[in-house]
């Protein structure tokens, strides 16, 4: 498996997959092809179906400059997130480029070797033989991250802490109507500032979790600079969570990186052995994979046994299953925004109730893996970010 660097990225929204990861690419090909003049920018798939609605058009021409985009919705490419990039100078065809956008920003370019399994980072790639490895020495999930990526990946994720706190911070004091033509308001400062004075104290939690998941994922609608968890579309229920416990236990902030090496193994997991692109799986690769980090990383900080950790993983992505990707207009808006709360809500859910049954389980991390990633390839197609099903077909 790769290094946490590779799943928790800091960059714009509104989309991991169709912004972030194309923009790289971009960035890529434009450094490649230094004397060409002019270039052709084809989009496939759900890059061609939600592109304008997820920003790749605005981003492929300006990272670009002078480029022509076509969308082509008919032609069906390996994955569905693809995008063909040609360099010309004059009339000559410097360059040609495939690229697939695989989730969380990153791209593989079709012809060219991925990297291989010397340059990985984690030599283990379940939970079954990571939670063998870790009892078998006495360590935590995160001990584990922290052996195979040393010491250094504590000051990374220290910014990547950094970054989830100023999307919430911004996102709860902004205010007017997201960008792209639905006419949503912002509901995070409503959210937070909405309390009564006789309001339960379990209702006041509800709410501030609520409002720092709905924070994030405006920002991200508004194009702010967010952190892939795994996703752009799933980036507020991690930092939802994580701020929630930060408050309620005081946590310091070596405990809150503690929890974010533990989410990170567990959406790294998800990103080797399954997917976490919506185009490819649906919503429950996103928000279900967000979940289950938000799960895990809460069930760390409780200090549960590894099993309940396990637990409280495995039944956040379980009750997930069958999620579809349907977003309005191509926006990451509805219903996504509001999936960031509901999903940071149920994790909090999983990790409780991980502490009083994970001894009574019958299902295992990795199977709930191979059962989501085998569901997503049976979802249809519309329900796949395609913006051709569900609410965003049916919505007028």
């Known amino acids: 498996m790769q290094s946490l660097k590779e799943l928790y990225r800091i960059g714009r929204g509104p989309s991991s997959s169709h912004t972030i990861g194309p923009e790289r690419a971009c960035k ?3 450094k490649e092809n230094p ?16 592109g304008v609605g997820h920003g790749t058009d605005e981003v492929v021409k300006v990272t670009l400059k002078n480029v022509e985009i076509e969308c082509d919705k008919e ?26 956008s695989i989730g969380g920003g990153e791209i593989r370019i079709d012809g060219r070797k991925a990297k291989a399994v010397s ?14 490895h870790c009892e078998s020495h006495g360590m935590r999930l995160y001990d584990y991250v922290f052996e195979c990526e040393g010491e250094e990946i504590k ?15 911004e996102g709860l004091k902004a205010t007017g109507v997201l960008p792209g033509g639905l006419g949503v308001q912002r509901k995070a400062g409503v959210l937070y500032g909405g309390g009564t004075e006789n309001e339960p104290e379990n209702t006041r939690e509800n709410r501030l979790v609520c409002a720092y998941a709905f924070a994030v994922g ?31 236990k005081r946590c310091s902030e070596e405990e809150i990186l503690r929890a974010l090496a533990t989410a990170g193994l ?50 956040a992505m379980e009750h997930h299953l069958g999620l579809t990707c349907d977003p309005i207009r191509g926006l990451v808006q509805i219903p996504c925004i509001e999936r960031n709360a ?50 965003a077909k049916l919505y007028k």
């Open 266 to 315: 567990i959406g790294n997991l998800i990103k080797t052995n399954a997917s976490i692109s919506g185009a490819e799986c649906g919503c429950q690769a996103e928000i279900g994979s967000a979940c289950c980090m938000a799960a895990a990383a809460l069930a760390e900080l409780q200090g549960m046994e590894l099993e309940q950790i396990e637990y409280a993983a495995e039944v």
């Open 35 to 50: 004397t060409a003049d002019r270039f052709k920018a084809v989009l496939y798939g759900s890059l061609a179906k939600t």
């Open 155 to 169: 000051g990374y994720l220290k910014g990547v802490w950094r970054a989830m706190q100023t999307a919430v911070e």
């Open 119 to 132: 340059d990985q980072v984690y030599p283990l790639r379940t939970f079954t033989d990571i939670r063998k």
């Open 28 to 30: 890529m090909f434009l």
């Open 218 to 248: 405006e920002q991200n609608a508004s194009a702010q600079t967010i952190v892939t968890a795994p996703t752009c579309g799933a980036c507020g229920v991690l930092p939802a969570v994580l701020k929630y416990a930060a408050e309620r």
């Open 342 to 391: 509901v999903a940071a809500m149920r994790a909090i859910n999983a990790a409780n109730l991980a502490e009083f049954l994970s001894g009574s389980r019958k299902i295992s991390f990795d199977l709930v893996i191979q059962t989501m990633y085998e569901t997503g390839k049976d979802l249809s197609h519309p329900y796949r970010e395609t913006a051709e099903g569900g609410l």
């Open 75 to 100: 032609t069906e490419m390996p994955h569905p997130n693809t995008i063909d990039l040609i360099a010309y100078k004059g009339d000559e065809q410097l360059a040609f480029m495939r690229v697939y």
